[in-house]
């Protein structure tokens, strides 16, 4: 069974930095797409990047390009950097996977619990 376990959210300052992690189990991963959502109070969850297992697909949502990178350890592990936050990037962050290299936004198969994202001005 697919397990997502994300982490490494916080409290940061606008101009700050955090990495989020994602810890993939249970699956054969290397036919996968894996995906960071994000989902504001009263907003709908939305796609912020994506990238299949090669790394070869990756996609960003324009509000995030240039500021965050989606990346994976040589294990099991995708991360998201987040350079340069802004209050309007405070969010409750979740990871997802789907199966094939498709990276653009689609239904995902699995879902992480979520970890908080706060940036202040």
């Known amino acids: 069974q697919v397990q997502l376990v994300e982490s490494g959210g916080g409290l940061v300052q606008a101009g700050g930095s955090l990495r989020l992690s994602c810890a993939a189990s249970g699956g054969t991963f290397s036919s996968y797409t894996m995906g960071w959502f994000r989902q504001a109070p009263g907003k709908e969850r939305d796609i912020v990047a994506a990238?299949?297992?090669?790394?070869?697909?990756t996609y960003y949502a324009d509000s995030v390009k240039g500021r965050f990178t989606i990346s994976r350890d040589n294990g099991n592990t995708v991360n998201l950097q987040m350079n340069n936050l802004k209050p309007e990037d405070t969010a409750v962050y979740y990871c997802?996977?789907?199966?094939?290299?498709?990276?653009?936004?689609?239904?995902?198969?699995?879902w992480g619990q979520g970890t908080q994202v706060t940036v202040s001005s």
């Open positions: 997802a996977a789907r199966s094939g290299s498709n990276v653009y936004p689609a239904a995902y198969d699995y």
């Open positions: 990238r299949s297992w090669s790394g070869s697909n």
